[in-house]
Nanobody, 125 residues
Framework: VQLQASGGGLVQSGDSLRLSCSIS????????MGWFRQAPGKEREFVSA????????NYADSVKGRFTISRDNAKNTVYLQMNSLKPEDTAVYYC???????????????????WGQGTLVTVSS
């Protein structure tokens, strides 16, 4: 199983970016897909997750109302639309898969089976 994230870049405060993560390989149908991020000198933190049917989504408080997660199961791809970006959103963003939906959309690092390689998002003020 491989996860390939893309879409990061350097933007200004208030701008938008859309991250994508394509997944190849055999996975369980009921998997939860999500995003984490890690800023310099900080631990990797949860950003957002979505269940298989896209009926349940979860967001970190810091991104609620600004970020939107979505997925296309036919394309095995998960997206993160990031609007109104702030300098504190600067981080490496990692897509993640929990094959067994251990905690549903309340995804934790311990539940992740597969990680993407990360894509850097830098927001300048």
């Amino acid at each position: 199983v491989q996860l390939q994230a893309s879409g990061g870049g350097l933007v200004q405060s208030g701008d938008s970016l859309r991250l994508s993560c394509s997944i190849s390989g055999r996975l369980l149908r009921n998997r939860v897909m999500g995003w984490f991020r890690q800023a310099p000198g900080k631990e990797r933190e949860f950003v957002s997750a979505v269940n298989w049917t896209s009926t349940r989504k979860n967001y970190a408080d810091s991104v609620k109302g600004r970020f939107t997660i979505s997925r296309d199961n036919a394309k095995n791809t998960v997206y993160l639309q990031m609007n109104s970006l702030k300098p504190e959103d600067t981080a490496v963003y990692y897509c993640a898969v929990d094959e067994e939906a251990r905690f549903g959309v309340y995804m934790s690092r311990s539940a992740v089976d597969y990680w993407g390689q990360g894509t850097l998002v830098t927001v300048s003020s």
